[in-house]
């Protein structure tokens, strides 16, 4: 069993930036690969980007390409979300997510293991 934490969440200006955090404690030996996803009210929930837990992949969603940046630290069994240029629609609850599957996933159902969000809000 995984088990995610994620922070870092708050209230923030338009074009403003927040770096979120997600811890990982458990079973973290069979992670292969760390993500974040988005669900905003109303909406399903959507993928932001992924993370290969060993190596150096990454995948975006064409809407975030170029303002966020995922990022790990393996030793702090931690995944990071650098978000830059926030706008107002990526309002949203954020969640972390993990697997055990050799590829990147950019699904839900593709993730074994999720945390409970964490709200972030942009003010226009």
């Known amino acids: 069993q995984v088990h995610l934490l994620e922070s870092g969440g708050g209230l923030v200006q338009a074009g403003g930036s927040l770096r979120l955090s997600c811890v990982a404690s458990g079973q973290t030996s069979i992670i292969d690969n760390m993500g974040w996803f988005r669900q905003a009210p109303g909406k399903e929930r959507e993928f932001v980007t992924a993370?290969?837990?060993?190596?150096?992949?990454?995948d975006y969603a064409d809407s975030v390409r170029g303002r966020f940046t995922i990022s790990r630290d393996n030793a702090q069994n931690t995944v990071y979300l650098q978000m830059n240029s926030l706008k107002p629609e990526e309002t949203a609850v954020y969640y972390c997510?993990?697997?055990?599957?050799?590829?990147?996933?950019?699904?839900?159902?593709?993730?074994?293991?999720w945390g409970q969000g964490t709200q972030v809000t942009v003010s226009s």
């Open positions: 993370i290969t837990w060993r190596g150096s992949r990454t």
């Open positions: 997510a993990a697997d055990s599957s050799p590829s990147l996933v950019k699904v839900e159902s593709g993730y074994d293991y």
